[in-house]
């Protein structure tokens, strides 16, 4: 079975700084997807980024990157020139690579990011 | 509207009370999915539905909870005498693609609290 872990379960940043949030996860599967959500206060899940198991390169979007570290199973997200508008839960989560879908995801438990002016 | 819309926002029942929770998808989605959120947790899988069949029900956690759609559009999701542990978000999410394809990509609505008091 899959597990996704993650270990802060609140973080604070100011604005305009950068933050990384951590992300472990435990498989026995070769082919998988991680993503990170994001969830505001009005509780919608956010697709923030996306990475492949196979590729090598980091995902990134905009301020958003990962560092993808395969063989310790470590999938952190750094967040730079944090945003009032980051505040929000963030989700690190698992996906089987054959059969897997978006729908039925593993999450961690989350950890809820505060950006202060 | 544009968005997955989810109805009511918040609830509050008593304990014994049966609750129907409504979700209205992105017009032309095929695929719907429904999940709960306990407090300090990430999304929790209940079911599945491609157009009115729901191939995937292995999240419901009980016999008190069950769903259907109709007209390949509305889901509603019902739970039959309410206990406390039942409180929770709700949410729904739906897609344009089936679930698993490469291109997949999830819309989430903004959930209804549900509490049973």
């Known amino acids: 079975a899959q597990t996704v872990t993650q270990s802060q379960p609140e973080m604070s940043v100011q604005e305009a700084e950068t933050v990384t949030l951590s992300c472990t996860y435990d498989t026995s599967e070769s082919n998988y997807y991680l993503f990170w959500y994001k969830q505001p206060p009005s509780r919608q899940m956010i697709l923030v980024i996306r990475q492949e198991a196979y590729k090598q390169q980091n995902a990134t979007e905009n301020r958003f990157s990962v560092n993808f570290q395969k063989a310790a199973k470590s999938f952190s997200l750094k967040i730079s020139d944090s945003q009032l508008g980051d505040t929000a839960m963030y989700f690190c989560a698992f996906m089987k690579g054959i059969g897997g879908s978006q729908g039925n995801l593993i999450f961690g438990k989350g950890t809820k990011l505060s950006v202060k002016p | 509207g544009a968005g997955v819309s989810q109805s009511p926002s918040n609830k509050v029942t008593e304990k014994g009370k049966d609750v129907e929770l409504r979700c209205d998808p992105i017009s032309g989605h095929t695929a719907l999915y429904w999940y709960r959120q306990s407090l300090g947790q990430g999304l929790e899988f209940l079911i599945y539905?491609?157009?009115?069949?729901?191939?995937?029900k292995s999240g419901l956690p009980s016999d008190r909870f069950s769903a259907e759609r109709t007209g390949g559009s509305v889901s509603t999701l019902t739970i039959q005498r309410t206990q406390q542990e039942d409180s929770a978000v709700y949410l729904c999410a739906s897609s344009p693609q089936p679930r698993g394809a490469l291109n997949e990509k999830l819309f989430f609505g903004s959930g209804t609290q549900l509490s049973v008091l």
């Open positions: 539905f491609q157009g009115n069949s729901a191939p995937d």
